[in-house]
């Protein structure tokens, strides 16, 4: 196996009746003394439904450490979400334990300004369910796939609504694809690939790829069938995301991030139902809209100048009641940069790592 995808792993779920089923994929990362497990934000959303694991030198074990996600577009569901990360910090007893198949990628292995270009070449990696097998025993095997395809087009980014900053999109139609060995070979279906990896190959590939040294660019979480693709987010966000809770890591002269990539940014979202009672309440109602479809078109637009200046844009929900006690418990008036105030406070929290529990 190539040394770049050792650092992919199975990722399972043990429900309340240890009952252990395969969910997805992750990607262990070390960045100084900290080692990550990156994912997709919908392969974390099952932890709700019990424990998360990866395999260890004792078999599969629950994931010990900390947790961080975006949660999903308010009323959108995770469908919705083109952006779709999480990661785990795994606790160090965690890490030791690991099982020998898999190795932790450095940050020297990551690649956080790739430019894509139509015609460069990109691996999805991760272990689809169809290829999960579980004994009698309760023991597991899995197998690993990569899915190569083509970077895509801007149009086909437009289309699919995903943006070209955040995103990594690659044409891939199953039925035609080709085996290493240039034979015709249908792959099994991505599904499970989820929170795997993405690998950049060099620009210049040349003959030998046997030799060929692949970087981390990306976390896969989508395939849609329909439009011949596969679809995940850059590396650059996770970066982001980690930065947010371990700042520490990054203040070394030999560790380069890239202030360029796209930062977090909170965007209010009112409610439709409640937008008499908020005009009632905000001491600076003479300055909002007439209605609430003229702010949600106001908005809209300053989403997409804001996607224009490389910023992502995270809507989060206030509701009446919550700016109220807000600007009472602070005594500030009801305007419109208190609650700039309590959205940003939201989005620090939503961006805070959790103990696994």
Same mark, same amino acid.
């Not at 694809?177 to 690998?199: L, M, N, Q, W, Y």
């Given at each position: 196996?190539?040394?770049? @995808?050792?650092? +992919? *792993?199975?990722?399972?779920?043990? $429900?309340? $009746?240890?009952?252990?089923?395969?969910?997805?994929?992750?990607?262990?990362?070390?960045?100084?003394?900290?080692?990550?497990?990156?994912?997709?934000?919908?392969?974390?959303?099952?932890?709700?439904?019990?424990?998360? *694991?990866? /395999?260890?030198?004792?078999?599969?074990?629950?994931?010990?450490?900390?947790?961080?996600?975006? =949660?999903? /577009?308010?009323?959108?569901?995770?469908?919705?979400?083109?952006?779709?990360?999480?990661?785990?910090?795994? $606790?160090?007893?965690?890490?030791?334990?690991?099982?020998?198949?898999?190795?932790?990628? !450095?940050? &020297?292995? *990551?690649?956080?300004?790739?430019?894509?270009?139509?015609?460069?070449?990109?691996?999805? #990696?991760?272990?689809?369910?169809?290829?999960?097998?579980?004994?009698? &025993?309760?023991?597991?095997?899995?197998?690993?796939?990569?899915? !190569?395809?083509?970077?895509?087009?801007?149009?086909?980014?437009?289309?699919?609504?995903?943006?070209?900053?955040?995103?990594?999109?690659?044409?891939?139609?199953?039925?035609?694809?080709?085996?290493?060995?240039?034979?015709?070979?249908?792959?099994?279906?991505?599904?499970?690939?989820?929170?795997?990896?993405?690998?950049?190959?060099?620009?210049?590939?040349?003959?030998?790829?046997? +030799?060929?040294?692949?970087?981390?660019?990306?976390?896969?979480?989508?395939?849609?069938?329909?439009?011949?693709? =596969?679809?995940?987010?850059?590396?650059?966000?996770?970066?982001? =995301?980690?930065?947010?809770?371990?700042?520490? @890591?990054?203040?070394?002269?030999?560790?380069?991030? $890239? &202030?360029?990539?796209?930062?977090?940014?909170?965007?209010?979202?009112?409610?439709?139902?409640?937008?008499?009672?908020?005009?009632?309440?905000?001491?600076?109602?003479?300055?909002?809209?007439?209605?609430?479809?003229?702010?949600?078109?106001?908005?809209?637009?300053? +989403?997409?100048? %804001?996607?224009?200046?490389?910023?992502?844009?995270?809507?989060?929900?206030? #509701?009446?009641?919550?700016?109220?006690?807000? *600007?009472?418990?602070?005594?500030? /008036?009801?305007?419109?940069? #208190?609650?700039?105030?309590?959205?940003?406070?939201?989005?620090?929290? %939503?961006?805070?790592?959790?103990? +696994?529990?």
């Amino acid at each position: 196996m190539d040394k770049e @995808l050792d650092s +992919v *792993c199975p990722v399972f779920i043990r $429900d309340g $009746d240890e009952k252990i089923d395969q969910i997805g994929s992750g990607v262990l990362l070390k960045i100084k003394e900290k080692t990550f497990l990156l994912t997709a934000a919908h392969v974390c959303d099952w932890s709700e439904k019990g424990e998360l *694991c990866i /395999p260890t030198k004792n078999g599969i074990e629950s994931i010990i450490g900390y947790c961080a996600s975006i =949660l999903a /577009p308010k009323k959108l569901g995770r469908n919705k979400d083109i952006i779709d990360i999480a990661y785990f910090l795994l $606790d160090g007893a965690l890490v030791e334990k690991i099982h020998d198949s898999f190795r932790v990628l !450095s940050r &020297n292995e *990551c690649w956080l300004t790739d430019n894509l270009l139509s015609g460069d070449i990109y691996t999805f #990696s991760g272990f689809p369910l169809t290829k999960a097998k579980k004994s009698r &025993n309760n023991e597991f095997s899995s197998e690993l796939f990569s899915y !190569s395809g083509e970077a895509a087009i801007p149009d086909k980014y437009k289309n699919l609504k995903y943006s070209e900053d955040s995103n990594i999109i690659i044409n891939f139609r199953r039925k035609k694809a080709i085996a290493p060995t240039g034979e015709k070979r249908v792959p099994p279906h991505p599904k499970g690939i989820s929170g795997g990896a993405i690998f950049r190959w060099p620009k210049s590939i040349g003959k030998n790829v046997e +030799v060929i040294n692949r970087s981390l660019v990306g976390i896969g979480h989508t395939y849609i069938e329909r439009h011949n693709c =596969l679809i995940g987010t850059k590396l650059s966000l996770y970066f982001n =995301l980690i930065i947010n809770n371990h700042p520490e @890591l990054f203040k070394s002269d030999t560790i380069h991030y $890239d &202030n360029s990539t796209p930062m977090f940014m909170a965007l209010i979202f009112y409610r439709k139902d409640e937008w008499e009672l908020l005009m009632s309440q905000f001491d600076d109602a003479d300055n909002m809209q007439n209605s609430w479809e003229e702010w949600r078109n106001a908005a809209e637009y300053g +989403v997409e100048h %804001m996607d224009r200046n490389n910023k992502l844009i995270i809507p989060i929900e206030l #509701s009446a009641k919550e700016i109220n006690e807000y *600007c009472k418990l602070k005594k500030l /008036p009801n305007t419109g940069r #208190s609650r700039v105030e309590l959205v940003n406070k939201k989005l620090f929290e %939503m961006l805070k790592e959790s103990k +696994v529990v």
